[in-house]
Structure formats: C-alpha cells, structure tokens
C-alpha cells in the first residue's frame, strides 16, 4: 500500500489507536491498516525517524497520524510519554501493546538482560494499560491488543526468557480481560508465529536469510512464514467492532504451526 486511502467503510472511523513499536515490521503494517480504516494512530516507537517517517506517509496518504519517540524501557521517559498523551488526548479507543524484544538466548542471561526482556514484553503493556485506562474508559468500545507469541504457548528451548515474558502477558491478558469485562472494555492477544520482519531476518546469519525462512517454512501447515500484514489483519479485527463480542482470547497467527 502507497500512503493511505481511506476506506469509505471504514472499520475504525472516528477512533484513536495508540500503537506501541510501530515504526516497522507488524506494528507498521497495523498502524498503515489502522490509518487506512479511519483512525488516528499514535505511533510509538524507539525509532524516531522511522515513527516520523511512517505517520507522515499515513497523513500523506490522507490518513491522521502522529508520531512519539520513546525509550519504553526508561520509566522516567515512560512517564513523560504517558503525561504528553494525556494531556493532548481525552480517549483511547485502541490500545496495542506491540511492542518487544527477543532477550537473550538459552540461559546466557542475567539479572541486567532478564530484567530488560520483562520490562519491556511483560512490564511495560500492564504499566500502559493500568495508565491509560482513565482514556480507555471514556471510550464506547474500547479495545486493548497485546502481541504475545506462539512461545508464549508452547515451550521454546532457545528462548525461555523470552517465552517466559509472552507467557506472563498472556496471563495478565486473560485477567484483565474479567477484570473489565463489567465495563464493556475487551483484552485479547495475537501470538505470531515466524514472521518476515527486519527483526527476524537480522537473526539469521549474512547470506542465509532465504535460506533460513525456507527452512522454517517447511515447518509450517501452510508452508510459508508470516508476513506484517497478516498480523496487522488480525490487529484490526480485534480493534473493529467486527470481535465485539470477543474477550479474553489468545489467537495464534502462525500458518497452523501450533497445531
């Protein structure tokens, strides 16, 4: 998709997106889908220039963006984020804690990077969501989306930081999805599976990258890794009123690879 044209039936006319990591990969492609169907997006992202770049291909488009760099990771910065949207917004429709990093492999970690994976996969969403429930209230059909992982799922050997920490969103999904059904605000999950990111394909060694999602397509039901898009599809559903009826749910994106 080239800019943003807005869908004359659009999904999420008139509402307002808060989207965590979006400047690429799954997050770009949820923040373009979600412009596309008439919402303004928050862009979130450590990335500057990227979020920058990314709100004004959407505004370009004729789409309504804009865009926060934010080190999620530092409290005090956490913070001043949290008070600039506040005092700039009254609601949040949307909510999507994408954001996340692999850690570290195996058991080569520590305290530092244990701690670093937690903060930002299983902190950080619980932290902007307990935040942010104030503008999640005033909205008639608030949606909170939280990208976990297949590894959150099922046992992952080369990860289990990193599975530990989707395991706990998980968790804390499934929670508040009770804890605020009463309210009308719904809590759902995506879990991808493999998919064709800048982030993925970085670790892969120099010169095997086809070869490797080859590799892992073969493991697949539908034989081929993800793409952005196809979890920024599943984003939206969760986000429309089309899952209105959904709470509390975890959705495995990954071609039938859990199965």
């Not at 373009?32 to 770049?53: P, Q, Y």
Request: hydrophobic fraction near 45%; charged fraction near 15%.
């Amino acid at each position: 998709m080239n800019g943003t044209h807005i869908n004359d039936r659009a999904l999420l006319k008139g509402k307002t997106a808060l989207i965590t990591a979006a400047a690429s990969g799954m997050g770009r492609a949820g923040a373009r889908l979600f412009a596309a169907e008439g919402a303004h997006v928050i862009l979130v992202d450590l990335n500057t220039a990227g979020a920058e770049e990314v709100a004004a291909e959407i505004v370009a488009g004729g789409g309504s963006a804009e865009a926060h760099g934010v080190d999620l990771r530092d409290q005090t910065e956490l913070d001043r984020f949290l008070d600039t949207v506040r005092s700039q917004h009254d609601v949040i429709d949307v909510l999507h804690n994408h954001a996340g990093i692999t850690g570290p492999r195996e058991l080569e970690f520590d305290a530092a990077s244990w701690n670093e994976c937690m903060t930002l996969n299983a902190w950080v969403p619980a932290y902007l969501t307990q935040q942010f429930l104030p503008l999640l209230r005033r909205s008639d059909a608030a949606s909170v989306i939280f990208t976990a992982s297949t590894a959150g799922v099922r046992g992952v050997a080369g990860l289990p930081v990193y599975a530990a920490t989707k395991g706990a969103v998980i968790q804390f999904m499934k929670s508040l999805s009770l804890l605020l059904a009463p309210e009308g605000i719904r809590a759902n999950a995506i879990c991808p599976g493999g998919t064709d990111t800048a982030g993925m394909r970085a670790a892969f060694q120099e010169g095997a990258v086809d070869a490797s999602l080859s590799a892992i397509a073969t493991t697949i039901p539908l034989g081929r890794v993800g793409q952005p898009e196809d979890i920024a599809t599943v984003a939206l559903f969760l986000a429309s009123d089309a899952s209105k009826y959904m709470t509390g749910t975890v959705i495995p994106v990954d071609g039938g690879a859990t199965v």
